[in-house]
Structure formats: C-alpha cells, structure tokens
C-alpha cells in the first residue's frame, strides 16, 4: 500500500468511527501534495463539519478541499432557492440597511437598495444548491444572521459565507455566543427563552428545558448553522409541558 492510500484509509477510519456518520456512511477522498478532497453528501450541518474536523486532525493532511454537501430537506431548483434566500434577507429588518442583489447568468441585479444609503452590501448567487454570499455587512452580527438566513432554505445544500465587513471587528467566543442567541431568537420554532448559551474556543453548548424533542433538534440545528462554530454540544433536556 502506497503512502497515500494508508493516509487516505487511515482518514477513512477516522470518519466512520464519527457516530453520527457510521461506518456506513460513505464520502470520496483524494489526497496528494499535503491536500485532502472530500466530497459527498451527507445528513446535516454537524456531520459536515464534524467530518472536517477529523480529516483535519490528521498529521499529513495541510489543506482541506471541502465539497461535503448536506442533503437538503427539500429539493429545490437554484432559482427557488435564491428567491428564498433573498426574501428572507429582505425581510430581516436587522439587515434593511444592506443593499441586497443577486448573480445568475453572468448579470447582477440590485433587489433592495436603502433609500438613504446602504451600510454594506449582500450578493446572492445559487449553483446546484450551494448559496455563495458575497459582500460587505457592518458587522460579524450581520454576516452570521445572514448566513443563517441561506441556511434555513429547505434547498440549501451548502452556504459558502464570504462575506466581509465595512469595518474590522474582533471575533471571539463572545461573538459567536451572541449570534447563536440572535439565531435562537428568530427560529419561530424555538423559545430562545429556555435555553442557555455559552461558548469556549468555538464550541458551543447549549442548556435548558424544552417541551419537544423537535425543538431540542432545532435548538441545535440553528448553533451548528452560525458561521465560525466548530461543535454544539447538546445538553438540552426535554420535558414535555
């Protein structure tokens, strides 16, 4: 066995020994020059990024190509899927200040241009389910709330988030602590009352009492999808009314 089929099984393992994955799970893999590839689809956000963070602990691996994709709740077409991504941008009243467009076929159209003057800017563009955001937004706030948005499409299959801000602005745990709340507090499906947030080198916990498993699972969902958090843990306890 060559050196590059023993890093790719030995990668190999490592992903099927993560439970969320499986050993039946299956993703492609290529490795060469220090640079891994991993492509597929797979069930949520948290397997993605779960999945990233074990091929990079990996000693040979450099670089990371990321194609994992998540199989979307609902299929949809990259029209629909970018005409409800950018309802959802233009609806948020945190971001009416941002000028909102959106890329296909070569051309951009403005959507939403503030009557007074934008803070920043949101390009929106779709291509086989994948939501790139391209721009500039005031803060890291509104670059998470924004890629949260794009991920709450039932045909998101992944966000790209490359959005850049007008003014530099420190990150932190803090910050991320913060976008999740915002998050939790916009899922109609979640009462951000009940749940306690705190992070600690991007990992996030979550505490507190539900009613359903269903909002448990969401709760959850709306951490794994904020830009810059690496793990969630789950430590919501449900206890029906």
Known sequence: ?????????EI???????PRFGPTGHVALDFG???????????????????????????????IV??????PAQRMGDGQIRYLVRDALMQERSLAAIAVRERFDNQTRTLHEPPEGATGEICISVHDGVV???????????????GVLAWWVPGSRDVINGLGLTTPEADGDEE?????????????????????????????????IVPKDAERAMAESDAWYVFGVDR???RITVRPA
């Open 1 to 9: 066995m060559s050196n590059r089929e023993q890093v790719m099984a």
């Open 66 to 71: 990321d194609r994992l994709h998540v199989t």
């Open 132 to 146: 790139t955001l391209d721009g500039t937004v005031p803060s890291l706030a509104h670059k998470r709330l924004a």
């Open 12 to 18: 190999r393992a490592a992903l099927r020994s993560e």
């Open 232 to 234: 969630v843990e789950n």
């Open 33 to 63: 020059d220090g640079t891994l590839t991993i492509a597929g689809d797979v069930d949520s956000v948290a397997v993605k990024k779960l999945l990233l963070e074990r091929a990079a602990a990996h000693p040979a691996v450099v670089g």
């Open 176 to 208: 991320i602590t913060e976008a999740v709340r915002i998050a939790l507090e916009k899922d109609p499906f979640v009462n951000a009352s009940q749940v306690r947030v705190t992070t600690r080198n991007a990992v996030v916990t979550l505490d507190g």
